[in-house]
């Protein structure tokens, strides 16, 4: 039989052996890691941070572009011979909390943190860009390795999109694939699922208008306040009693202002929450189903409601023949019992989404349950209080290695199916 052009080339080590070399790397990866973690920026513009991860790619033989509208970084790995193009990205972005971990590396920035591990996925793909660019004449075809700002909300993934990160080897990426470290797994675990793996979110806003007066005599009046906590009520059951037991959506309210003193009843109050779902068109119904009750409502008590819905991140959808591959890679580089499917989806959300709707692709969580914790007990991702067990920032390298070495050598699903 003639072995397939992708075959061609040869197969690379992507056995235990790329995890001791990954372990060899880890030293320079972790300290990188708290370099970032002592620096945490926010939102698109990270100038410091753009400037430690091209400082760590500098003299591995990169094609390097940045960002116009963001301080991304974009770097192309060529192989020895022509192949297709395998994608890695890491999230840059810190959030707006407060550390309260107490570690000797926390932040110094003054109510900033990377509380969502973000610090350790850069130092997991510059730790892997490294292994893979030392072993470039067993590569056939292309990496892109995609550092990616504005993962907090600000559609950062989108962004780059736009500006040609899929096209940034000079053809379309065939796949893509992205690790996200969790503190709420056992150490060293890759999980995924095939399919919805994380929610769409969604924010919405709900301004009721009546009729202020004082506050001794409400029948003056046409009160705002008890509407605003009807429509918070009406809306809670409309996804509990309207989406199939099988169908998930989350509607939270999370926050609910009105009023200006005591004494006095406000002319208007307001509300505002997040909405999740995993489907699309239960995405698109709720939407709808937000603005009418909100108007019902508030139509029944002789005041009027506006709602407004800000679209954020899409479903974020694993391709199965990706998640497949993806769980015999980690298999065969990390141990059998490390892979595993992941049994329910997340309500949390992802801009990586913007990636997999574009390209074949997974994204897996890591397992990072800090030491002296078990994983219901460690602080979860966006607390102050998160931390994160080191050493599985080896087993991040060998992972995000061995998927991009495995698939260029013919052992993933075939590009462009």
Same mark, same amino acid.
């Given at each position: 039989m ?8 040869g197969t ?9 070399e ?6 320079g ?5 708290r370099?970032?973690h002592?620096?945490p ?5 990270l100038p410091?941070?753009?400037r430690?991860?091209?400082d760590?790619l ?16 974009t770097?192309?790995?060529?192989g ?6 395998v994608?890695?990205?890491a ?9 309260a971990t !107490?570690l000797p ?9 990377h509380?969502c591990?973000?610090d350790?996925?850069m130092?997991?793909l ?6 893979l660019? !030392? ?10 390795f ?10 950062g993934a989108?962004?780059?999109i ?11 990426a065939d796949?893509?694939f ?5 503190p709420n797994?056992?150490a060293?675990?890759v999980?995924l699922?095939?399919g919805?793996?994380?929610a769409?979110s969604?924010?919405f ?5 009546g009729?202020?007066g004082?506050?001794s005599?409400?029948h ?6 008890p509407v605003?906590?009807e429509i918070?009520?009406a ?7 309207g ?13 609910l202002t009105a009023?200006?003193?005591p004494?006095?009843?406000?002319d208007?109050?307001?509300l ?6 995993l489907?699309e068109?239960?995405?698109r ?6 603005a ?11 005041a009027t409601a ?9 479903v974020?959808?694993n391709d199965?023949d990706?998640?497949?591959f ?27 989404s913007?990636?997999?709707?574009a390209v074949p692709?997974a994204?897996?969580?890591l397992?990072?349950?800090?030491p002296g914790r078990?994983p219901?007990e ?8 998160m931390e994160?067990?080191e ?7 060998a992972?995000e290695?061995?998927?991009a ?5 013919? !052992?993933?699903?075939?590009?462009g199916?």
């Amino acid at each position: 039989m003639t072995p397939s052009p992708r075959a061609a080339h040869g197969t690379p080590d992507t056995g235990p052996a790329l995890l001791d070399e990954a372990r060899r790397l880890a030293p320079g990866a972790v300290a990188l890691r708290r370099a970032l973690h002592r620096g945490p920026e926010q939102g698109l513009d990270l100038p410091a941070t753009q400037r430690l991860v091209l400082d760590a790619l500098d003299g591995l033989g990169l094609r390097i572009r940045t960002g116009r509208a963001l301080s991304s970084v974009t770097a192309t790995l060529d192989g020895a011979a022509g192949g297709p193009t395998v994608l890695l990205r890491a999230d840059m972005d810190a959030l707006p909390v407060t550390e309260a971990t !107490g570690l000797p590396f926390a932040s110094g920035n003054p109510g900033l943190m990377h509380a969502c591990g973000h610090d350790a996925h850069m130092a997991m793909l510059v730790g892997a860009t490294r292994l893979l660019a !030392g072993r470039r004449d067993a590569l056939a075809g292309r990496v892109v390795f995609m550092f990616q700002p504005g993962e907090e909300g600000e559609h950062g993934a989108r962004h780059m999109i736009e500006e040609g990160v899929l096209e940034a080897s000079g053809a379309r990426a065939d796949a893509a694939f992205a690790l996200h470290v969790h503190p709420n797994l056992p150490a060293g675990a890759v999980r995924l699922r095939p399919g919805p793996q994380m929610a769409a979110s969604d924010r919405f806003r709900v301004v009721v208008r009546g009729r202020g007066g004082h506050a001794s005599a409400p029948h003056t009046a046409c009160d705002p306040v008890p509407v605003a906590c009807e429509i918070v009520l009406a809306l809670q059951t409309a996804v509990t009693r309207g989406v199939a037991a099988d169908d998930s959506a989350v509607l939270s309210v999370t926050r609910l202002t009105a009023g200006t003193a005591p004494g006095v009843i406000p002319d208007t109050a307001e509300l505002a929450g997040t909405l999740r779902t995993l489907a699309e068109p239960t995405r698109r119904r709720l939407h709808e189903v937000i603005a009418r009750v909100a108007r019902g409502v508030a139509a029944a008590h002789g005041a009027t409601a506006e709602a407004t819905v800000e679209t954020g991140y899409p479903v974020t959808v694993n391709d199965a023949d990706f998640t497949r591959f993806v769980l015999r890679t980690a298999a065969g580089t990390l141990g059998p019992d490390a892979a595993g499917v992941l049994p329910a989806p997340y309500m949390t959300a992802e801009d990586f989404s913007y990636v997999l709707r574009a390209v074949p692709g997974a994204l897996a969580f890591l397992g990072a349950c800090p030491p002296g914790r078990t994983p219901d007990e460690a602080p979860s991702l966006h607390s102050s209080r998160m931390e994160i067990d080191e050493d599985v920032i080896a087993t991040g390298i060998a992972c995000e290695a061995a998927v991009a070495l495995s698939f260029l050598a013919g !052992g993933g699903p075939e590009p462009g199916r």
